[in-house]
């Protein structure tokens, strides 16, 4: 089976820090995803990856940054945590075109 | 970019099929539907996906109508287990467009 596994279940972090959200699949997937959900407005896309180093912005990527280094790793960076980055992150990966995305459990981030 | 409609809420008795209804009407020849569904507090977890023809796992059947602007996911027997958020999404190239999905409740 697919394991993908985000670094924090929870984390609490102050206005200004600077946030890592770090993620790991072990099925060698060439493509890795970040996404927020927030109630009411479903899953929305942040930032993708097809390879390492590569990088591409989905539908709200403004306020983050990623880094993909290694294959098997994708981590999303807050530059400076704002309260309305408060959200449940959500990290997925997957093989190219038309194969599922497998998601890690969540990291529920909260901004103070 | 194709989207998806969803009723927001439904109840489905335990050990009877549940049939979940999507339309995606603006749907291209090449975009597959997919199914997730989310149990409070963890990711998504994939359930089953097709582009033109019915597809059955050991989960779920995919019903897609010929014209493909709509499709029904369809449970056999649910249990309380399968109490969840179920999501239908076009995979538009690499990206998933979730919508809000329909909140399903299995009563016993």
């Known amino acids: 089976d697919v394991k993908v596994t985000q670094s924090s279940r929870y984390l609490v972090k102050r206005t200004g820090e600077k946030v890592f959200l770090e993620c790991v699949q072990d099925m060698d997937h060439e493509n890795m995803f970040w996404y927020r959900q927030d109630p009411g407005l479903g899953l929305r896309l942040i930032y993708f990856?097809?390879?390492?180093?590569?990088?591409e912005k989905g539908d709200i990527p403004e306020g983050y940054s990623v880094s993909r280094e290694k294959k098997e790793r994708f981590s999303l960076i807050l530059e400076s945590a704002s309260t309305n980055q408060t959200s449940m992150y959500l990290c997925?990966?997957?093989?190219?075109?038309?194969?599922?995305?497998?998601f890690g459990d969540g990291t529920r981030l909260s901004i103070l | 970019d194709a989207k998806t409609t969803q009723p927001p809420s439904m109840d489905c008795a335990e050990g009877r099929a549940a049939n979940l209804p999507c339309n995606h009407s603006t749907i291209s020849g090449n975009e597959y539907v997919y199914w997730y569904r989310q149990i409070h507090s963890q990711g998504p977890q994939y359930i089953i996906h097709?582009?033109?023809n019915n597809e059955t796992n050991e989960m779920a059947s995919l019903i897609i109508t010929e014209d493909r602007k709509s499709s029904t996911l369809i449970l056999p027997h649910a249990t309380l287990r399968d109490t969840a958020v179920y999501y239908c999404i076009v995979l538009t190239g690499n990206q998933f467009y979730f919508g809000t999905g329909t909140s399903l409740t299995v009563i016993p």
């Open positions: 097709g582009l033109k």
């Open positions: 990856s097809y390879d390492v180093k590569m990088k």
């Open positions: 997925a990966s997957s093989l190219p075109w038309n194969q599922p995305q497998h």
